[in-house]
Every structure is written in C-alpha cells, then in structure tokens.
C-alpha cells in the first residue's frame, strides 16, 4: 500500500533509523535536518510501526453518540451531515470567528503521521493519520497573551446521533488541554485516515489526536475550539472525576482504579494476541516529557 508512504517527513515515524538515515542523505537539500528538526530525529529512532488495517481503524471505534458498543458507531454514524461543516474558533484569541472546513482545508498543510493511540480501556492500535498540527490552526487564530488552556466541544445533533437519547454522558462531548500540549508540533487535528477523508465513526470532518494521552483525549467531530485561562471541564472526568483525569497521559505506572494500565491488547492480533507492555507517555516521552517537568503524575493523572 504505497500511499500509506505519501509523507517523507512522517514516514520517519514508521522508518528504522539506518534506513532514515540512508533517505536523509538521498533526499538532502531542502528535506534535509533543518526540516525535519529534533522531534523527527527523536521519532525516527524509535522501532518501526505497523499500522492497523483500514478495517480495524474504522469497524472498531467508540463514538458514544452513535452508541456505546464497538461496533455501534460504524453501523450508525453515516447519518451525520459532515460537509457543510463550521468550526467556531473564540475565547481569547485575535480573530474569532466561523471557519469552514473548505477556510480550515486552505489554509493547513495536511501530512501524514503514524501514532501508537492507547485507549483507557488498555486496548491499542497504531493508526496512519492524515492532518494538520493544531498549533497552526491556533496560530491562524492568534492566541491571546493570558490564554492558558484550551477548550474542544463535539457537535451534539440529537436527529443524527441516536446515542444521546441516552444520558451516558452529559451532552455534547467537550474535552480540553494545557495551552502548551494542544502547541505541541505532535497534537493534530485529523481529517484523513490512510490518505482517505476521515469516516464519520472516527470523527469526520475534523478530530483531535493527541498520541501520549489516553484515546478519550482524542475527541472527535469538533465544532468549537475556545481559548481561555480556565481549566475548562472534560467529559470524562465530569462522568466519573476518581477515574478520569484532566491530564489523562498513557502511564504504565499509574493504574485505573479498575484495571491495570501495565499493558494493551493490540487491536487486529486476534481473541487471544499477546499483551505488550505499555509505555511511559504511550512512546513519545522523549518528545514530551518536558512539559511535566516537577509534576506529580500520579496526583495529576
Ligand atoms: N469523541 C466523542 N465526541 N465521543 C466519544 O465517545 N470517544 C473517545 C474518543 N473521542 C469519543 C470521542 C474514546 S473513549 C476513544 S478511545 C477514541 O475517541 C476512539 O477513537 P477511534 O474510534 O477513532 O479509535
């Protein structure tokens, strides 16, 4: 499948380091270290990954709007309307507004990345994402001095969402970070798998991927993104505050009140695959650490 290979730039992701290494050198010039700077070095030296199949991507989901078993939202989710969609960026920021995919689509650079995603259900995949970073959207928005965190909402249609008849979560889906992870250059919104425009079940048009943090994170099918100086409130955590944190990084260390967090199924190895080991900051500790220099992650889990 050559097209899973569009991106030279992320191809380093899923590359050997030798093998990088060779290409480097053929590419040279304008592709050469300056482009591809520390975090692809970083990325590159890292086991290569094979992603999972199309099929596992998008057949094996959670998307409770659409209902609350695996395969609910893959049955259920061609009922929402994704194209016109608008995306409304405000909060503190200099140009608040309504942005269109067809504005958003213009003025993004879309790559591929190919992440490890680690749900809290100890279930994991790798997965060759098409996108943007969303320091780049954020930036097109000019983030205002002050502007501590940022705030996500997913639309909340009641006649194109069966699941939220149901009160399982409170209604629309809204999760947030820490200014300085949503500008992390690995945080992207995602608006393709394997080169394909993202499936409704996986949270078309345009969803957050934040590869160190657990998939509930990752929220799907945005409509508003708003900066502000507030920690703002987080699915999850309002469901069950004891069990989901604001922060919510992969850590093998710092278990689920209950289960372990010490290792993952990988999705597609069958019933009975083995279990791996999970692994600080789902792999990425090189890359983001850093932004938890001093903190207490078992308190701030
Ligand atoms: N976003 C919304 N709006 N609703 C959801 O139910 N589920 C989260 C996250 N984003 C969810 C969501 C959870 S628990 C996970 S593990 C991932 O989406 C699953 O993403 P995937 O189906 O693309 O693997």
């Not at 009641?158 to 992870?181: A, C, H, K, N, Q």
């Not at 160190?212 to 507030?230: E, M």
Request: aromatic share 12%; proline share 7%.
């Amino acid at each position: 499948m050559a097209h899973r290979w569009k991106n030279d730039l992320t191809r380093a992701d899923a590359t050997p380091y030798d093998a990088f290494m060779n290409r480097r050198q053929v590419m040279g010039g304008a592709l050469g270290l300056g482009l591809i700077g520390a975090a692809g070095m970083a990325r590159a030296q890292r086991a290569p990954l094979e992603p999972n199949s199309y099929e596992d991507i998008t057949q094996y989901n959670n998307y409770y709007e659409f209902g609350t078993g695996k395969s609910d939202p893959a049955r259920n989710a061609h009922t929402l309307t994704t194209d016109p969609w608008t995306v409304v960026i405000d909060g503190m920021v200099d140009n608040p507004g309504d942005y269109s995919m067809a504005q958003i689509f213009e003025a993004m650079t879309i790559e591929e990345r190919i992440y490890r995603f680690r749900c809290v259900e100890a279930w994991s995949m790798v997965i060759p994402w098409n996108g943007f970073e969303l320091a780049d959207l954020l930036n097109l928005a000019g983030v205002q001095q002050g502007g501590k965190y940022v705030a996500f909402e997913t639309a909340l249609r009641p006649d194109e969402m069966p699941g939220v008849r149901f009160p399982v979560l409170d209604w629309p889906y809204v999760e947030g970070l820490r200014l300085d992870e949503a500008m992390h250059p690995l945080t992207i919104m995602a608006t393709g798998i394997y080169d394909k425009p993202i499936p409704n079940q996986n949270g078309a048009p345009m969803r957050l991927v934040v590869p160190w943090k657990y998939g509930f994170k990752s929220i799907k099918s945005i409509v508003r993104i708003t900066v502000t100086d507030q920690e703002p409130p987080t699915s999850w955590n309002k469901a069950n505050a004891r069990e989901y944190g604001f922060y919510s990084n992969v850590n093998p260390e710092v278990d689920h009140p209950r289960w372990s967090q010490a290792t993952e199924r990988p999705v597609g190895g069958g019933l009975f695959a083995k279990r791996q080991p999970t692994l600080m900051f789902n792999g990425y500790e090189s890359e983001v650490a850093s932004l938890y220099e001093g903190m207490d992650l078992r308190a701030n889990f």
